[in-house]
Protein backbone atom coordinates (compact mmCIF):
# COMPACT_ATOMS: atom_id res chain seq x y z
CA UNK A 1 0.00 0.00 0.00
CA UNK A 2 0.90 3.48 -0.25
CA UNK A 3 2.05 5.39 2.44
CA UNK A 4 0.25 8.82 1.20
CA UNK A 5 -3.32 9.36 -0.36
CA UNK A 6 -3.64 12.80 -2.58
CA UNK A 7 -7.07 13.01 -4.13
CA UNK A 8 -7.50 15.62 -7.11
CA UNK A 9 -11.32 16.75 -7.02
CA UNK A 10 -12.43 18.80 -10.07
CA UNK A 11 -14.41 22.09 -9.05
CA UNK A 12 -16.97 22.50 -11.04
CA UNK A 13 -20.69 20.45 -11.91
CA UNK A 14 -21.27 22.70 -15.22
CA UNK A 15 -22.69 20.99 -17.69
CA UNK A 16 -20.14 20.29 -20.92
CA UNK A 17 -17.47 21.30 -18.47
CA UNK A 18 -14.08 21.43 -19.98
CA UNK A 19 -12.11 21.55 -16.72
CA UNK A 20 -12.62 17.86 -16.87
CA UNK A 21 -9.91 17.56 -19.45
CA UNK A 22 -7.16 19.73 -17.12
CA UNK A 23 -8.45 17.40 -14.55
CA UNK A 24 -8.34 13.82 -16.10
CA UNK A 25 -4.79 14.90 -17.49
CA UNK A 26 -3.83 15.87 -13.80
CA UNK A 27 -5.09 12.78 -12.63
CA UNK A 28 -3.44 10.28 -15.59
CA UNK A 29 -0.19 12.08 -14.53
CA UNK A 30 -0.52 11.87 -11.01
CA UNK A 31 -1.18 8.28 -11.02
CA UNK A 32 1.64 7.21 -12.89
CA UNK A 33 3.39 7.77 -9.52
CA UNK A 34 4.38 4.69 -7.23
CA UNK A 35 4.81 6.69 -3.77
CA UNK A 36 1.14 8.55 -3.62
CA UNK A 37 -2.53 6.63 -4.05
CA UNK A 38 -4.77 9.46 -5.67
CA UNK A 39 -8.56 9.16 -6.76
CA UNK A 40 -10.43 11.77 -9.49
CA UNK A 41 -13.01 13.29 -6.94
CA UNK A 42 -15.96 15.22 -8.30
CA UNK A 43 -17.68 18.27 -6.63
CA UNK A 44 -21.04 16.56 -8.65
CA UNK A 45 -21.36 13.70 -6.44
CA UNK A 46 -22.01 15.97 -3.79
CA UNK A 47 -24.31 18.19 -5.68
CA UNK A 48 -27.69 17.19 -3.46
CA UNK A 49 -26.46 17.57 -0.23
CA UNK A 50 -27.95 20.41 1.55
CA UNK A 51 -25.89 20.12 4.85
CA UNK A 52 -22.68 22.07 3.91
CA UNK A 53 -22.04 22.73 7.49
CA UNK A 54 -19.69 20.81 9.04
CA UNK A 55 -21.86 19.90 12.33
CA UNK A 56 -24.67 18.90 9.84
CA UNK A 57 -24.24 14.90 9.04
CA UNK A 58 -25.55 13.14 6.33
CA UNK A 59 -24.32 10.49 4.40
CA UNK A 60 -22.87 12.68 2.01
CA UNK A 61 -20.83 15.27 4.21
CA UNK A 62 -19.81 12.30 6.21
CA UNK A 63 -18.49 10.25 3.08
CA UNK A 64 -16.51 13.72 2.15
CA UNK A 65 -14.99 14.71 5.70
CA UNK A 66 -14.05 10.57 6.19
CA UNK A 67 -11.79 11.17 2.71
CA UNK A 68 -10.60 14.50 3.80
CA UNK A 69 -9.21 12.78 7.18
CA UNK A 70 -7.83 10.04 5.20
CA UNK A 71 -5.95 12.79 2.77
CA UNK A 72 -2.82 13.60 3.12
CA UNK A 73 -2.96 16.61 0.81
CA UNK A 74 -5.33 17.80 -1.79
CA UNK A 75 -5.37 18.47 -5.57
CA UNK A 76 -8.12 21.29 -6.40
CA UNK A 77 -8.58 21.48 -10.41
CA UNK A 78 -11.04 24.24 -10.85
CA UNK A 79 -12.12 27.15 -13.75
CA UNK A 80 -12.35 30.47 -13.07
CA UNK A 81 -15.97 32.64 -13.17
CA UNK A 82 -16.01 35.59 -13.03
CA UNK A 83 -12.68 35.93 -11.14
CA UNK A 84 -14.17 33.74 -8.62
CA UNK A 85 -14.73 30.05 -7.42
CA UNK A 86 -17.50 28.12 -8.73
CA UNK A 87 -20.52 28.39 -6.22
CA UNK A 88 -20.16 24.01 -5.45
CA UNK A 89 -16.57 23.98 -4.94
CA UNK A 90 -16.65 26.56 -2.19
CA UNK A 91 -19.65 24.49 -0.50
CA UNK A 92 -18.20 21.15 -0.71
CA UNK A 93 -15.00 23.21 0.77
CA UNK A 94 -16.88 24.20 3.89
CA UNK A 95 -18.87 20.44 4.43
CA UNK A 96 -15.49 19.35 6.76
CA UNK A 97 -13.50 21.40 9.01
CA UNK A 98 -10.77 19.87 11.04
CA UNK A 99 -9.78 17.09 8.48
CA UNK A 100 -8.07 19.73 6.83
CA UNK A 101 -5.60 20.54 8.84
CA UNK A 102 -1.97 20.57 8.64
CA UNK A 103 -2.22 19.36 5.30
CA UNK A 104 -1.13 20.88 1.65
CA UNK A 105 -3.13 21.71 -1.35
CA UNK A 106 -1.95 22.54 -4.77
CA UNK A 107 -4.20 24.14 -6.88
CA UNK A 108 -4.52 24.44 -11.21
CA UNK A 109 -6.58 26.74 -12.76
CA UNK A 110 -8.58 26.82 -15.76
CA UNK A 111 -9.65 29.39 -17.90
CA UNK A 112 -11.36 30.38 -21.68
CA UNK A 113 -8.88 33.50 -21.30
CA UNK A 114 -5.11 33.89 -21.33
CA UNK A 115 -4.49 33.91 -17.26
CA UNK A 116 -5.13 30.28 -16.54
CA UNK A 117 -7.46 31.26 -13.53
CA UNK A 118 -4.77 32.90 -11.68
CA UNK A 119 -7.48 34.80 -9.96
CA UNK A 120 -9.37 32.10 -8.78
CA UNK A 121 -6.35 30.36 -7.47
CA UNK A 122 -5.28 32.92 -5.72
CA UNK A 123 -8.92 33.30 -3.95
CA UNK A 124 -8.94 30.31 -3.30
CA UNK A 125 -5.53 30.06 -1.27
CA UNK A 126 -7.15 32.94 1.18
CA UNK A 127 -9.84 30.49 2.21
CA UNK A 128 -7.92 27.57 2.50
CA UNK A 129 -5.12 29.39 5.04
CA UNK A 130 -8.39 29.34 7.19
CA UNK A 131 -8.87 25.56 7.30
CA UNK A 132 -5.18 25.56 8.04
CA UNK A 133 -3.76 23.87 4.93
CA UNK A 134 -0.96 25.18 3.37
CA UNK A 135 -1.06 26.32 0.57
CA UNK A 136 1.96 25.23 -2.12
CA UNK A 137 3.71 26.68 -4.88
CA UNK A 138 3.89 26.04 -8.06
CA UNK A 139 0.03 25.91 -8.97
CA UNK A 140 -0.36 24.86 -12.50
CA UNK A 141 -2.30 27.58 -15.05
CA UNK A 142 -4.07 25.95 -18.07
CA UNK A 143 -5.45 28.78 -19.78
CA UNK A 144 -6.89 28.93 -23.61
CA UNK A 145 -8.92 25.22 -22.04
CA UNK A 146 -10.91 25.32 -25.62
CA UNK A 147 -8.02 24.53 -27.88
CA UNK A 148 -5.55 23.40 -25.17
CA UNK A 149 -6.82 20.10 -25.66
CA UNK A 150 -7.70 18.29 -29.26
CA UNK A 151 -10.54 16.41 -29.44
CA UNK A 152 -9.59 13.30 -28.38
CA UNK A 153 -9.07 14.71 -25.16
CA UNK A 154 -5.28 15.41 -25.73
CA UNK A 155 -2.85 18.03 -24.49
CA UNK A 156 -1.35 20.18 -27.42
CA UNK A 157 1.53 21.38 -25.13
CA UNK A 158 3.96 19.32 -23.95
CA UNK A 159 5.65 21.55 -21.26
CA UNK A 160 2.72 20.77 -19.34
CA UNK A 161 3.80 17.34 -18.03
CA UNK A 162 7.18 18.77 -16.60
CA UNK A 163 4.70 21.79 -15.14
CA UNK A 164 2.88 19.19 -13.41
CA UNK A 165 5.22 16.98 -12.26
CA UNK A 166 7.22 20.14 -10.79
CA UNK A 167 3.93 20.41 -8.82
CA UNK A 168 3.61 16.65 -7.83
CA UNK A 169 7.65 16.90 -6.18
CA UNK A 170 6.38 20.01 -4.33
CA UNK A 171 3.05 18.48 -3.05
CA UNK A 172 4.61 15.24 -1.90
CA UNK A 173 7.48 16.94 -0.13
CA UNK A 174 4.77 19.05 2.04
CA UNK A 175 2.57 15.83 1.96
CA UNK A 176 5.50 14.06 3.49
CA UNK A 177 6.76 16.79 5.92
CA UNK A 178 3.33 17.32 7.49
CA UNK A 179 2.14 13.60 7.84
CA UNK A 180 5.61 13.13 10.38
CA UNK A 181 4.77 16.30 11.69
CA UNK A 182 0.88 15.44 12.27
C1 LIG B 1 -20.19 32.25 -15.62
C2 LIG B 1 -18.83 32.25 -16.31
C3 LIG B 1 -17.90 33.18 -15.96
C4 LIG B 1 -16.64 33.18 -16.57
N1 LIG B 1 -15.69 34.07 -16.16
C5 LIG B 1 -14.44 33.96 -16.65
C6 LIG B 1 -13.39 34.76 -16.11
O1 LIG B 1 -13.57 35.52 -15.20
N2 LIG B 1 -12.16 34.65 -16.65
C7 LIG B 1 -11.89 33.78 -17.68
O2 LIG B 1 -10.74 33.69 -18.15
N3 LIG B 1 -12.85 33.01 -18.19
C8 LIG B 1 -14.11 33.06 -17.68
N4 LIG B 1 -15.10 32.24 -18.15
C9 LIG B 1 -14.74 31.30 -19.20
C10 LIG B 1 -14.38 29.99 -18.55
O3 LIG B 1 -13.15 30.07 -17.87
C11 LIG B 1 -14.35 28.92 -19.60
O4 LIG B 1 -15.68 28.80 -20.09
C12 LIG B 1 -13.90 27.58 -19.08
O5 LIG B 1 -14.21 26.63 -20.06
C13 LIG B 1 -14.63 27.29 -17.79
O6 LIG B 1 -14.37 26.00 -17.35
P1 LIG B 1 -15.50 24.89 -17.49
O7 LIG B 1 -15.66 24.65 -18.98
O8 LIG B 1 -14.93 23.71 -16.80
O9 LIG B 1 -16.76 25.39 -16.88
C14 LIG B 1 -16.34 32.23 -17.57
C15 LIG B 1 -17.32 31.28 -17.90
C16 LIG B 1 -18.54 31.26 -17.26
C17 LIG B 1 -19.53 30.19 -17.59
Not at 74 to 97: M, R, S
Not at 172 to 179: F, G, H, Q, R, S
Request: aromatic share 10%; charged share 25%.
Amino acid sequence: MNELFIPILLGTARQDRLSEKAARFTHKLFSKRSDVETELLDVRDYLTDRSWAPWQENDMSKKWKEIMARADGLIIVTPEYNHGYPGELKILIDKADTEYAHKPVAFCGVSGGGLGGARVVQQLTEIVRNLSMVSIVPSVYFPHIKTLFNGAGEITDPAYERRLDELFEELLWWATALKNAR
